[in-house]
């Protein structure tokens, strides 16, 4: 089993970018198609993006598209969101995701989830 924990989250004005890392242990993160999920006060937890376990293909949110990327060093076990343009519509709390099928990531999130790390965008 997989653990995963996020970092690099905070506090950042409208415009402004930040990126997030997830550290996996326990098993290579390459085993795992990867994912990011958010979700604000009073709202469901959304798909923001995914990554296939070779990195070769990614899948964002509409909301999310050319301002945020999705990327992956196995090597290093560690999984990334950079996020660019932000806006307060941004602010959630970010969770990294992991799992074996890239249909389960990207429709409700795969087995291994980690604890969060809160993005607030100031306007």
């Known amino acids: 089993q997989v653990q995963l924990v996020e970092s690099g989250g905070g506090l950042v004005q409208a415009g402004g970018s930040l990126r997030l890392s997830c550290a996996a242990s326990?098993?290579?993160?390459?085993?795992?198609?990867m994912g990011w999920f958010r979700q604000a006060p009073g709202k469901e937890r959304e798909f923001v993006a995914a990554i296939s376990w070779s990195g070769s293909s990614t899948y964002y949110t509409d909301s999310v598209k050319g301002r945020f990327t999705i990327s992956r060093d196995n090597a290093e076990n560690t999984m990334y969101l950079q996020m660019s343009s932000l806006k307060p519509e941004d602010t959630a709390a970010y969770y990294c995701?992991?799992?074996?099928?890239?249909?389960?990531?990207?429709?409700?999130?795969?087995?291994?989830w980690g604890q969060g790390t809160q993005v607030t965008v100031s306007s």
């Open positions: 995701n992991g799992g074996p099928l890239m249909s389960e990531v990207r429709q409700r999130g795969g087995p291994y």
């Open positions: 326990g098993r290579p993160l390459s085993s795992y198609t």
